[in-house]
C-alpha cells in the first residue's frame, strides 16, 4: 500500500511550525523557508518538507551557527 500524501496550506502549516502565514509567506518570497508546491495560485506544504526544514533550524545555542548539530545547516 502507499501512503496518501497530504497537502497542507499556509495556516495548517504555520500551525505545525508555530508560524503565522505571513511569515511563511515572506520566507517564500525570500527563498529561506521550507520548499513547497504551487498548484495554479494555491500554495500548499507537504508534512516531511515542513519536518526538514524545521529540522536544518535547530541549534545548540543562540551563538550557535548551525555547524554544532550534526544535519543542521548555518
Known amino acids: 500500500m502507499t501512503e ?3 497537502y497542507l496550506n499556509s495556516v495548517e502549516a ?3 511550525l508555530g508560524l503565522a502565514p505571513k511569515t511563511l509567506a515572506r520566507y517564500r518570497c525570500n527563498g529561506t523557508g521550507p520548499v ?3 498548484f495554479g ?3 500548499r506544504y507537504r508534512r516531511e ?3 526538514a526544514w ?3 533550524r535547530r541549534r545548540a545555542s543562540t551563538f550557535d551557527d548551525g555547524t554544532v548539530l550534526p544535519g543542521a545547516t548555518p
Request: hydrophobic share 35%; proline share 0%.
Open 4 to 6: 496518501e500524501i497530504r
Open 14 to 16: 504555520g500551525r505545525l
Open 36 to 38: 513547497f508546491c504551487r
Open 41 to 43: 495560485n494555491r500554495v
Open 49 to 51: 518538507d515542513l519536518e
Open 54 to 56: 524545521a529540522e536544518t
